[in-house]
C-alpha cells in the first residue's frame, strides 16, 4: 500500500527505531500483507508481532502471537517491550471505547519504564468510533516528542487523516 502515512512509517518512524539503541523489543499489533517486512527494520531485535486472526500469522513475526492486544500480559513480564506500535487497530478491531481502554492500558503494563506507544489512526468519523483524544488510559502517559517529525503528534495528509500519536510511558 502505497500512501503518505505508510511512507512517513516505512520511510521516517520505522527506521528512527530501529537504529534507536534504547529499543530492543518491539511488538507490532496488528498484521497485514503490508506489515509482514517491517520485521526487516527490526532484524537485529527482538521483534513480535500480534493479531487475534489466525489467517494474519503468516504475515506476522517468528514471535507471533494470535490474539488480541488487551490480552498481551498473558504472554509477556509487564514492562517487557520498550517499543509498542499500534497502527490502524483503533477503527480496525477495537472499535469500542472499553475495548480501546483495556488495550491502552495493556500496552502500558507491557512497556518497560520509559517505553513509547505509538498509536496511528484515522482521525475520520467514519475510522475513529471514538474520541482518541479523550482516552482515559493515555492520562497513565506522557507526550513523546519525536524529533524526526518534529511533533508529538502528526496528523499526515490523504482522505483518511491517519494521524500517529507518540507516547511516553510515565
Known amino acids: 500500500i502505497i500512501s503518505p ?14 537504529q534507536s539503541i534504547s529499543v530492543q523489543r518491539v511488538l507490532f499489533a496488528g498484521c497485514s500483507a ?3 517486512r517491517y520485521k526487516d527494520f527490526f532484524d537485529s531485535k527482538e521483534y513480535w508481532t500480534i493479531d487475534p486472526k489466525r489467517v494474519k500469522r503468516k504475515y506476522g513475526s517468528e514471535r507471533h502471537i494470535i490474539d488480541s492486544i488487551t490480552n498481551i500480559g498473558r504472554y509477556v513480564a509487564n514492562d517487557y517491550f520498550h517499543l509498542l506500535i499500534m497502527n490502524g487497530v483503533i477503527g480496525y478491531g477495537l472499535n469500542r471505547i472499553g475495548e480501546v481502554e483495556q488495550a491502552i492500558d ?7 519504564s520509559h517505553g513509547i506507544l505509538l498509536l496511528g489512526w484515522n482521525d475520520t468519523a467514519q475510522r475513529a468510533p471514538i474520541d482518541v483524544w479523550a482516552i482515559p488510559a493515555l492520562a497513565k502517559f506522557c507526550e513523546y ?10 496528523r499526515t495528509e490523504g482522505s483518511g487523516h491517519h494521524t500517529y500519536s507518540f507516547y511516553r510511558k510515565a
Open 34 to 36: 503490508y506489515t509482514q
Open 145 to 154: 516528542y519525536f524529533g524526526p517529525l518534529q511533533a508529538c503528534h502528526y
Open 106 to 112: 495493556a500496552c502500558h503494563a507491557a512497556l518497560a
Open 5 to 18: 502515512d505508510r511512507l512517513i512509517l516505512e520511510e521516517t518512524i520505522l527506521p528512527y527505531f530501529a
